[in-house]
């Protein structure tokens, strides 16, 4: 059987646009003010840097890059640093904000931010990724640092690169400084169960929605958008539940077997290749195509604003699963939500990894490392939890899970910023 093909470049509507408008709606629900909102909509301090790079044939590059803290009323600014050619100043103030409601749902001291650089990864050595990753930390080396702004792996960047960063950071401190960075390799104070928190972070919100309908994660058949650090990892898990993994896609496109994918095999082939692209006893599937399969549950593990009113019209699932960041537009929320179908939002369901980069900084900071075991332990305790009070709240109030978890993300944050009061 072959599964329909459809277009996958279309141009994806502004991140800063759908994050607005989620703010806006959760500032009504809270009645705040005109002031307030502004404040709460406004990154609290951006840097804009231009890296020039040598480049391995001797050439140079001006590349450019930005660090942007949203709120840090909470605590220091927390988010990723991604590498990808389509990172802007608006996309990164998007996803600085996800962080600030992120961080303040699961309940952590921190405030929100991220940073990128402008560049395709894919197109450069590992020794030019190097000196981009140490001349971008120099450049914005006022702006982060373990009390101020702790970055950690997003698309396209990895723990080598929170390797390069932390130790760009200490060389020029003149000491180690684990905490500048989460998300780092173990060898240089990184923690146990970092590396797939998110992905883990995802399936325990996903078995907890199901829950909430008397369904089993064994029960449902999945569609999984996006295989890189968040998505491949998540697969496993969920075939190891016993989910049945229809479809799976990357960046070359996807596979699809209406039977169940076998995991263990596409994951070896994956290993191999660098890409689902091409994996036997499948049909090719494109990423558009995936979206509206007929599955129970929709899990976007790739980039932003794949489920517009467009695709959202096309879903099939009972469940969205959002693993990766502003993957629902606002115009694509408010189909889905019409549809009624769940939408466990970024902001809850992909907060595992925050989390883990939590207690990797908790443990830096006091140099004494926790085991395995405690740290997934204390991560389904966090994800529950956080699960729990947004349920409860959507319920109480008859609000979606993403305006609930935005309504108590948004609050949070407006409680700090109001009892520090306005200096001066
Ligand atoms: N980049 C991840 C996210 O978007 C992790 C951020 C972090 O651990 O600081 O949530």
Known sequence: MTAPVTPVDKPRPSPLATAHAQLAGAVEILGYSSGLHEMLATSRREI???????????????????????????????????????????????LAMLMTWKCAVVDLPYGGAKGGVTIDPRNYSKLELERVTRRYTSEIMPMIGPERDIMAPDIGTDEQTMAWVMDTYSVNKGYTIPAVTTGKPLSVGGSLGRATATSRGVVHAMKAALADAGVGLNEVRVAIQGFGKVGSHATRFLAEAGSTVLAVSDQYGGVYDANGLDVSSLLAHVKQTGSVVGFADSDPIDNTALLALDVDVLIPAAVEGVLDEETAATVKARWVIEAANGPTTSAGDQVLADRGIIVVPDILANAGGVVVSYFEWVQANQAYWWTEHEIEERLEQRMLQAYATVAQAARADGHTLRDAALTIGVRRVAEAHQIRGLYP
């Open 48 to 94: 804009n840097v231009a890296i020039p790079l040598r480049r391995d044939d001797g050439s140079t590059e001006l590349l450019r890059g930005y660090r942007i803290q949203h709120n840090i009323s909470r605590g220091p600014g927390k988010g990723g640093l991604r590498y990808a050619p389509n990172v802007d100043p608006d996309e990164v103030r998007a």
